[in-house]
């Protein structure tokens, strides 16, 4: 026997499967297929569809607290929102494309080191050994706790004067220098990104050590007798085997830590924000709830849904075409 | 198809369960006539204590009286600031709600242009005891000059000049009656792990709001008689200055302050030794307490203006406002809530729990036994305050330029030097917002 | 298979540097909850100056915390289960069919996560109060509202996780099951379910710690008496003062549980059930 080549997942892209099974008995029940998506269609449709079509509206109309109370009396202005958010010459349309810029790198360190965390702990808990249960359990610890515990013990712990960090760094480890300022300034940034990091590196852990599991033995064992090093063994067998796995889980941490509202918010307070660490997500929360101004969030907030649309059908071409030749 | 069947019978067990479960003893959000024929108001109240708990300890035994006094129910949550902005908006989006909310009186305005709430016209005025009772800056602030109010005063609140007792007298010195006076105590009060003042410098609100005083002590506007945004006006720039300065050229205050996000960080370091004054809404006599402090160990004076000052403010008239919203079914039985929680006896007990000062013109300060600290805000709050921009975009006028100085304060923080061109390129950008958010 | 050196090495460094990295946080927590408030306020101490007990006390009567930590599980533990059933039901479509609309369907679930969440809040306030009104069923202000929306929050992911954990699973074995006469929802029981338990356990986890911790939903569709843990966690910083010892004692006691089951459940990951299912 032999696995077979994992799925390509493609959108819009309706393929036959390889090994074709009689197409008799599928044709019968063509109607399965349909049922089985119906609960997940009619929940998308009540709590995701109907209010992200409702948002595009919004984004369309000038629904400020005049009109919150009646929206369809709300004036039209067709691309008004959308011409103020990108119009980079004005305040509204410079701060939005900073807020983006910041929030790409953002991302971009975030989601790399939690997949490097997340996968180097998978791979050093593959193999048996006396405390592996306890080791695995701890690094879901960060998971465990509360979201917002969990970011409030690390903004108490980079206070400048009386926290944690520079306490552990200047007195303890005796490093020279003024203690610097973390939750303000350009280190604000950092910040977040650590405590991002330390937030998300759990999950991708989750995901990989599941995905291991069901990578057979074997096939290390076939391998290691013919001469293959550990490195050698993760690079031609483990990745390949996660790669179904590793598709989704890249995107869905991509998507999730550009979208990342929790972590500034109480981070730094609704207050508070430092220009530095001004992530989309929050960005366009002050310009719709804190400033009554629902009009332009929702065109933010579908200029942000385009862009992600863009990059993730990227991404899954790119994926797809690298499938294709492997 | 047996193992089919087992699959769709266990499945579908299992989320019944779950949903049954979930949905049983669910709260409903709403106002209702329970079965007696009484009728049941519903309110959402501030958080004004030491927490959401003693809120609801504090005004239970109050509105029980109400409901013996008139036979009306009050159904009462407490909803924290973080949410209660969201709260109020979803419930005017969508109709539905409590009957009776506290707002802070900042969002007057705004909430009036939505015109969700009931006006305070003359039917309404008089059910609730008419609204010349109320101190008139304070019922002027929360709403627009010229529309009927939708909103009065609930608690009123007015900034001081709180001063450590004790550290004023090892030191020699009197209070300060002006702003050079506080400019020198608060250098010759620095020194070791001391300073002579602290500040909320990285909190947008309590940014914006000395912006405000310290602009209106220079005969400062920020908004033309149209209601148009002036931001980068010269007495702002100079008011913005000064109170940067006095961390930034004066150094009397720690830079680490610029991570104080909330004004009860600062109250905390004025009880713990760690600055001798503090720049405060007269509720920091509860943290005060909390904190370990003794009334008598601090005291109050006016926030001094300059020596020449075109006006001598030294507060706006803060504080927190009730409304009730038109689509309530109630009104009669909302009204009379309102009436009964501005009356003057309520307003006597509620003064100590929460510290605020009242808000009708005939009371006096209950808040605290210190006559001296009562005297200096009551006079304040009456006498020497004027109200914030009362305009639609109030609050992003607070969140502009409140969040702009909160981001100089951060690179004086972090040892960078401001200039009055920077503050003016702030002012500018902020007003440009303004103006975009239309 | 003997491990190398160089394997052990890196174990060893990786297990090592992420563990001080994961308790560095955690310790502080620990050592904070049983610190009195003014030492906390104070500068950082590895080791409390004055052990105290008292803010575990003070946690269930500063805010009900009882109560929000079981309108918490309850809201979290029906979220989960019913997501799980009915991100199985469309993962196995996903993944076994090539349907007319397949495409369409996992482009659209999976651009909701593009989408942030702040952006459907209203909108989604209001369809709640319409079906409410047409329907009569409460939805705001109950956990049953809330149950709705967390669990369609974490179908996308858990459909696409699942699908891909179906994926990897040989078809083979689906046809072996039909063969055997057991018909398409028994291959889905007997093989691909069982195969997919590690799946299954990850995606359970996922769902359950996304409502677990979601903050600004349950703020606006909950009131007094069925909010949960997030948002109660948030009202130890009141306008008086911010009870940081409270809150990290709060954390630490609503953490345990959710520990002890990871602590339990991870025995689950252990291989060689898909091993030999392979075979």
Known sequence: MSATAPARISPGHVTDPPDAAPRRRLRSRWWLPYVLLVPAVVFELLVHLIPMVTGIWISLVKLTQQYLRNWSEAPFLGLGNYRVSLDVHGAVGRALLQSFLITCAFTVLVVGIAWIAGMAAAVALQRKFPGRGLFRTLFLVPYAIPIYAGIIAWKFMLQKDTGALNHLLFDNLGLPGEKPFWLIGGNAFWSLVIVAIWRLWPFAFLMLMAGMQSVPEDLYEASAVDGAKPFRQWRSITVPMLRPVNVVLVLVMFLWTFNDFNTPFVLFGKTAQPPAGDLISFHIYNASFLTFNFGYGSAMSVLLLLFLLVVTVAYLLFVNRRSQRA | ?438 | MRETTGARVFRIVTVVVLSLFTLFPIWVMITSSVKPLGEVLDSFTWWPQHITFQPYIDIWRTVPLAQYFANSLIVCTAATAVSLVIAVFAAYAVSRWRFRGRGVFTTTVLSTQMFPGILFLLPLFLIFINVTQATGIPLIGTRLGLVITYLTFSLPFSIWMLAGYFDAIPRDLDEAAKVDGTGSMGALWHVLLPAARPGLVAVGIYSFMTSWGELLFASVLTNGPTQTLAIGLQQYSTQVNVYWNQIMAASLVVSVPIVVAFLLLQRSFVAGLTAGAVK
């Not at chain 2, 006094?69 to 924290?80: A, F, P, Y």
């Not at chain 2, 929680?341 to 209950?366: E, F, H, I």
Request: aromatic share 8%.
């Open chain 2, 1 to 438: 198809m047996e193992a089919k069947n087992k699959a769709i019978a266990a499945a579908t067990a299992v989320a019944a369960l779950s949903m049954v479960l979930a949905g049983c003893a669910g709260g409903g959000g709403t106002a209702a006539d329970n079965g007696t024929g009484k009728t049941t108001i519903t309110y959402w109240a501030s958080n004004q204590g030491t927490s959401l708990d003693n809120d609801k300890q504090v005004l239970t035994p109050i509105l029980q009286e109400f409901t013996k006094q008139t036979g009306i129910t009050v159904d009462l949550e407490v909803i924290g600031w973080n949410d209660l902005q969201t709260r109020i908006q979803t419930a005017v989006t969508s109709g539905q709600g409590p009957d009776v909310v506290n707002i802070g009186n900042t969002w007057g305005a705004a909430f009036q242009s939505t015109g969700a709430f009931a006006q305070f016209d003359g039917k309404n005025a008089s059910a609730i005891g008419g609204l010349d009772r109320f101190v008139k800056t304070a019922l002027d602030a929360g709403g627009a000059p010229g529309k009927t109010p939708t909103s009065v005063p609930l608690y009123g609140l007015a900034y001081g000049l709180y001063y450590n007792k004790a550290m004023f007298a090892a030191a020699q010195l009197q209070p300060p009656t002006t702003w050079d006076e506080l400019v020198t105590d608060a250098k010759k009060l620095t020194h070791g792990d001391q300073w002579g003042l602290t500040l909320a410098a990285g909190s947008y609100t309590e940014n914006i709001h000395f912006a405000f005083l310290t602009s209106a002590q220079n005969g400062g506007e920020f908004y033309d008689a149209s209601g148009k945004p002036t931001f980068d006006t010269p007495e702002n720039v100079a008011g913005i200055k000064r109170y940067l300065d006095l961390m930034q050229l004066h150094k009397a205050a720690n830079p680490a302050d610029a991570q104080y996000d909330n004004a009860s960080s600062s109250a905390a370091d004025l009880a713990s030794g760690k600055a001798a004054m503090f720049l405060s809404q007269n509720n920091a006599d509860s943290t005060l307490k909390a904190d370990g402090m003794k009334p008598g160990d601090w005291g109050v004076v006016p926030l001094p203006a300059p020596g020449d000052a075109k006006a001598q403010i030294s507060t706006f008239p803060a504080g927190i406002n009730i409304s009730v919203f038109d689509y309530t079914k109630h009104l009669p039985q909302a009204l009379e809530f309102v009436k009964y929680m501005t009356s003057p006896d309520v307003q006597a007990k509620l003064a100590v729990p929460y510290s605020v000062l009242p808000v009708l013109g005939s009371a006096d300060a209950k808040f605290t036994t210190d006559a001296d600290e009562a005297k200096v805000f009551m006079d304040a709050y009456q006498n020497r305050s004027k109200p914030l921009p009362q305009v639609a975009s109030e609050g992003d006028f607070e969140s502009t330029i409140g969040k702009g100085i909160s981001g100089l304060f951060a690179q004086i923080a972090t040892g960078k030097t401001v200039t009055d061109a920077d503050i003016s390129a702030m002012l500018d950008n902020a007003q440009q917002q303004v103006e975009a958010a239309g």
